[in-house]
């Protein structure tokens, strides 16, 4: 099987920062995209940041220029810095990995448990 373990998140005060990072573990063979999502309270979950294997990046509108995410592929995780947050960023945050077991093209979508990022103003 395969597990997504995040870490990272906690409270911080508007204009902080905080660093959260993400590892999968278990029957890997590779590891495509990677990203994080979030969900706030009465929201539907969306996406924050994504990078391919090849490291090409895509961000949210909304957190352009503030969050950068980046990846070890070697340790098969995913980091998001977050800089200059809002009260707006809080939310429980989710890694997301689509992950091969075996050579065949098939892959899995997971999730982690997700983590709670709470900015107060």
């Known amino acids: 099987q395969v597990q997504l373990v995040e870490s990272g998140g906690g409270l911080v005060q508007a204009g902080g920062s905080l660093r959260l990072s993400c590892a999968a573990s278990g029957s890997i063979f590779s590891i495509s995209a990677m990203g994080w999502y979030r969900q706030a309270p009465g929201k539907q979950r969306e996406l924050v940041a994504v990078?391919?294997?090849?490291?090409?990046?895509n961000y949210a509108a909304s957190v352009k220029g503030r969050f950068t995410i980046s990846r070890d592929n070697a340790k098969n995780t995913v980091y998001l810095q977050m800089n200059s947050l809002k009260p707006e960023d809080t939310a429980v945050y989710y890694c997301?990995?689509?992950?091969?077991?075996?050579?065949?093209?098939?892959?899995?979508?997971?999730w982690g448990q997700g983590t709670q990022v709470t900015v107060s103003s």
């Open positions: 990078t391919t294997s090849g490291g090409t990046t």
């Open positions: 997301n990995a689509e992950i091969s077991r075996d050579p065949s093209p098939y892959k899995y979508r997971y």
